[in-house]
């Protein structure tokens, strides 16, 4: 990938998948595809609710919380009021939850969001919630699948631990083949790159702390097995 296409600015590297109509990195569609079949196999219909997403769609899921157009939330999913808070105070709660315009592994096409299209009830909207995948939760079976099945496919998960300040989401899953290098290349300056002039509101605050940024919430991630 180049450096537009790690920053999601160019969309050279995906293919739409067939089946599913989303976008994803053209290697990752093969190996998705294994993963699906297996799936099915056990009565899981393993769909991605959010896979390919460029830069000007993390800008707008960005500034819409910056604004409090969208729910902005601290660590354990509580609702904060961003009214009173300054910039890098809303910077930090972001970033918990949502990646920095530029920085989304999503913007590679190896990540997706996934789901057990079987297991939906009648009217029932997925909210990529922890307690969706616990147990109990109705995407608990499926979260228990992936825990024995995905690395066999290739597919492991960078957000598992929380090691990183991104907060644990079993439901994201990474194609690690195409993953891995595109986070090697995804240096600061193409970051610094991307932002600048870009319309990200809190850019002020973001720019100071960017190398800090790259390396607490982009960078440091839960590695693939082995």
Not at 183 to 203: C, D
Request: charged content about 20%.
């Amino acid at each position: 990938m180049n450096s537009r296409q790690l920053t999601g600015r160019d969309t050279g590297h995906v293919i739409r998948h067939p089946e599913l109509g989303c976008l994803l990195h053209h290697e990752t569609v093969v190996a998705l595809g294994a993963l699906r079949q297996a799936a099915a196999a056990a009565g899981i219909d393993l769909v991605p609710a959010s896979a390919f997403r460029d830069f000007e769609r993390q800008l707008t899921i960005w500034n819409d919380k910056f604004e409090g157009r969208r729910p902005l939330e601290d660590a354990e999913g509580r609702q904060v009021d961003p009214s009173g808070l300054d910039a890098n105070a809303r910077v930090d709660l972001i970033l918990t939850w949502s990646a920095l315009p530029g920085s989304s592994r999503h913007h590679w096409g190896s990540d997706f969001d996934l789901i057990d299209r079987a297991a939906l009830p009648p009217g029932y909207r997925p909210r990529l919630h922890p307690e969706e995948y616990a147990q109990g939760g109705v995407f608990e079976r499926l979260s228990s699948w992936l825990e024995e099945h995905a690395w066999t496919y290739g597919f492991f998960r960078p957000y598992r631990s929380g090691c990183g300040g991104v907060r644990p989401e079993p439901w994201h899953y990474s194609h690690a083949a195409v993953a891995v290098p595109a986070l090697s290349a995804l240096q600061v300056e193409l970051l610094a790159e991307a932002l600048e002039g870009s319309g990200l509101l809190g850019l002020e605050a973001v720019m100071p702390r960017l190398a800090d940024i790259h390396r607490h919430w982009v960078a440091t991630i839960d590695p693939p097995p082995g």
